[in-house]
T-cell receptor, first 117, second 116 residues
Framework: AQSVTQPDIHITVSEGASLELRCNYS??????LFWYVQSPGQGLQLLLK??????LVQGIKGFEAEFKRSQSSFNLRKPSVHWSDAAEYFC???????????????FGRGTQLTVWP | NAGVTQTPKFRVLKTGQSMTLLCAQD?????MYWYRQDPGMGLRLIHY???????AKGEVPDGYNVSRLKKQNFLLGLESAAPSQTSVYFC???????????????FGPGTRLTVT
């Protein structure tokens, strides 16, 4: 069954430091992978996505993620974090719903990012 | 383009009361979804719709009903609210049924519901 694991519930980094948020997925076929960000009191905004091709994908706000099939991972990175990056980050895998042809997202439980000034 | 909008933004209900949450999208998307978000649980799919007049159950459908009478609107109903339904509810929509595109979802700002 498809699932997404975000091992870190909460991460704290200093402003200007580099960031890596981990995501592991379980899915039998080629996955569609996403990272979403949720600022306090807001909905989810798409940061980046991987469908196929180059395994290093660039997103908005200076984020990037690398798909590693051998490790079933899709980690999110940013070289220098800004205070405005403080938010909750969700990794998701797109997969067919069981017994149907519907494509849907399966979300991880999220990683809360705190940025120290 | 407003994208995905949700009404209301906040609501407090007493146990046993009913209410309807409205989601509207102006992107001509085929697919629409209702999720609930609880601390530490991520987003869980309640119901979804693959087109006007069609709906289906997600992971946590009990206690909820939905309707999609118009392509741009997706309603979530609580017939008899319970404290366990206290949550933040998000609506989303996506293109579909094209390969890959149905997964890229656009989210509304959420409705915070408290059931006392």
């Amino acid at each position: 069954a498809q699932s997404v694991t975000q091992p870190d519930i909460h991460i704290t980094v200093s402003e200007g430091a580099s960031l890596e948020l981990r995501c592991n997925y379980s899915y039998g076929a080629t996955p569609y992978l996403f990272w979403y960000v949720q600022s306090p009191g807001q909905g989810l905004q798409l940061l980046l996505k991987y469908f196929s091709g180059d395994t290093l994908v660039q997103g908005i706000k200076g984020f990037e993620a690398e798909f590693k099939r051998s490790q079933s991972s899709f980690n999110l990175r940013k070289p220098s974090v800004h205070w405005s990056d403080a938010a909750e980050y969700f990794c998701a895998v797109g997969a067919l719903d069981r017994g149907s042809t519907l494509g849907r997202l399966y979300f991880g439980r999220g990683t809360q990012l705190t940025v120290w000034p | 383009n407003a994208g995905v909008t949700q009404t209301p933004k906040f609501r407090v209900l007493k146990t046993g009361q009913s209410m309807t949450l409205l989601c509207a999208q102006d992107m001509n998307h085929e697919y629409m979804y209702w999720y609930r978000q609880d601390p530490g649980m991520g987003l869980r799919l309640i119901h979804y719709s693959v087109g006007e007049g069609t709906t289906a159950k997600g992971e946590v459908p009990d206690g909820y009903n939905v309707s999609r009478l118009k392509k741009q609107n997706f309603l979530l109903g609580l017939e008899s609210a319970a404290p366990s339904q206290t949550s933040v509810y998000f609506c989303a929509s996506s293109y579909g049924p094209y390969r890959g595109s149905s997964y890229e979802q656009y989210f509304g700002p959420g409705t915070r519901l408290t059931v006392t």
